[in-house]
């Protein structure tokens, strides 16, 4: 056999090699010894959580909607940043396309976990209120009858929803530190009621550039786009100033450097507005849901609205008007007057009362024709579920040739909550259309 002389270099060399590979071995176990771990942890928390579930069985049905009021679906979670505070706690305005997601009616049960304080309470309320003053969307106290609802709670993620319904039971909105405030608490319901962040648009390319080299490491899943699969826009523009845009400086790893920038002519405005719902924001909830072209939730004990139909109308319109009444009261409706054109059948113009806001809710009466003392007629309603729901539907001014050019009608109603006696004093005052009879 040759010898071979080796140089000190090469010793050198040589002793360098084998310490990397020593390095190398003593990385692999060590990662293999934490993937054990992490693997033995995995397996005692599912085992945990079938042993919960276990007793939940043996228990009622209460301790297993406890249970999964707290599990979140992670393929379907939006995480909000809650903007530049809580850079740990992440979230998910682009509507979403899968029409199962959808909340029935637009009527969003919910509950709200008891550990939250009377000032945390009042904003989450706040805030449902201002989605119910621009949509025909309604929030209402879960019942023993809702099987999906969403519950208020505190997660680990800080602020994050399931974007849309998930169905099957309870679904979390979690609210933590740093997220207590009115915008983004607003921003964490338009993830319950189905929007996606604005920037996820699968034509977010025409309007913005993501700097990704200024994400923050670990961060860039939060600005993957998604696709029209997921996102159904619905025909609206890219809004820059909607409430579920994120602002310039979202997930960045520094403190003046920007991770979203806008390609049209923006200037130096805000984006990400954490103030209110955008016009644009409001068209695409209302189209989403298919909302009333008129109408809206009645939340004062007392008020007033009106409405003046477009005589020159070539399609239906349809208002709507919802009206709760608190745990315990009922709701009692007197209408003192009212004039709409007589259809036969009551096929056409008519005003609808239902003891519920759904489609399905018990129908308490469709009236039509002149009425001058509503109690000559019929009894005063009472309703029994605490919800109201008014409908007053008009067609095509083709459809009803056979009346004059115009006509008036007012509609007054009293609502009357019998535990606190107050009362609602509204009055509806339109004009439509008829034709003359030929």
Not at 149 to 177: D, H, L
Not at 286 to 309: D, I, M, V, W
Not at 329 to 357: F, H
Not at 360 to 385: A, C, H, Q, Y
Request: aromatic fraction near 8%; glycine fraction near 6%.
């Amino acid at each position: 056999m040759n010898d071979i002389a080796l140089t000190q270099s090469d010793v050198r060399d040589l002793m360098t090699s084998w310490r990397n590979k020593e390095r190398a071995k003593k990385q692999r176990s060590l990662h293999e010894k934490h993937s054990n771990r992490t693997s033995l942890k995995h397996k005692l928390r599912k085992k945990q959580s079938h042993r919960k579930r276990k007793r939940c069985r043996k228990k009622d049905k209460k301790c297993w909607e406890r249970l999964n009021a707290h599990t979140l679906n992670n393929k379907n979670i939006s995480r909000s940043s809650s903007e530049t505070k809580h850079r740990s706690s992440r979230v998910r305005r682009a509507a979403t396309a899968r029409l199962d997601r959808l909340w029935s009616h637009g009527v969003i049960p919910y509950q709200i976990q008891s550990n939250f304080s009377g000032t945390h309470k009042a904003l989450f309320r706040l805030a449902m209120r201002h989605w119910e003053n621009h949509t025909c969307i309604t929030f209402v106290d879960r019942e023993p009858h809702h099987t999906d609802y969403i519950v208020f709670t505190e997660r680990p993620c800080g602020c994050c929803s399931y974007v849309g319904k998930r169905g099957n039971g309870a679904q979390a909105i979690s609210i933590g530190k740093n997220c207590d405030k009115f915008g983004i608490v607003v921003h964490e319901l338009g993830h319950v009621v189905g929007f996606w962040h604005e920037h996820t648009r699968p034509d977010r390319e025409d309007h913005v550039e993501i700097i990704y080299s200024n994400i923050m490491p670990g961060q860039e899943y939060n600005f993957n786009k998604l696709t029209s699969t997921d996102v159904n826009s619905l025909g609206e523009e890219y809004d820059y100033g909607s409430i579920m845009h994120y602002a310039r400086n979202t997930f960045a790893r520094a403190t003046f450097v920007d991770t979203i920038l806008p390609k049209h002519n923006y200037g130096n405005q805000d984006i990400g507005q954490r103030l209110k719902l955008s016009p644009g924001d409001i068209r695409q909830a209302n189209r989403l849901y298919r909302c009333p072209t008129c109408g809206r939730t009645l939340q004062t004990a007392s008020g007033e609205f009106s409405h003046k139909p477009n005589r020159q109308s070539s399609t239906e319109e349809k208002c709507e008007w919802r009206i709760s009444a608190t745990h315990g009261e009922k709701i009692v409706l007197n209408i003192t007057s009212l004039d709409i054109p007589e259809t036969l059948g009551c096929t056409y113009d008519y005003l609808e009362v239902r003891d519920g806001y759904y489609e399905k809710s018990p129908l308490l009466g469709k009236f039509f024709g002149k009425i001058t003392n509503f109690l000559d007629e019929i009894r005063t309603l009472s309703m029994l579920s605490g919800k109201l729901s008014l409908k007053l539907l008009r067609y095509p001014t083709t459809s009803r040739r056979k009346y004059a050019d115009s006509y008036n009608h007012e509609l007054k109603y009293t609502v009357t909550r019998t535990d606190k006696h107050e009362s609602f004093n509204n009055i509806f005052v339109g004009e439509q259309d008829k034709h003359k009879t030929s």
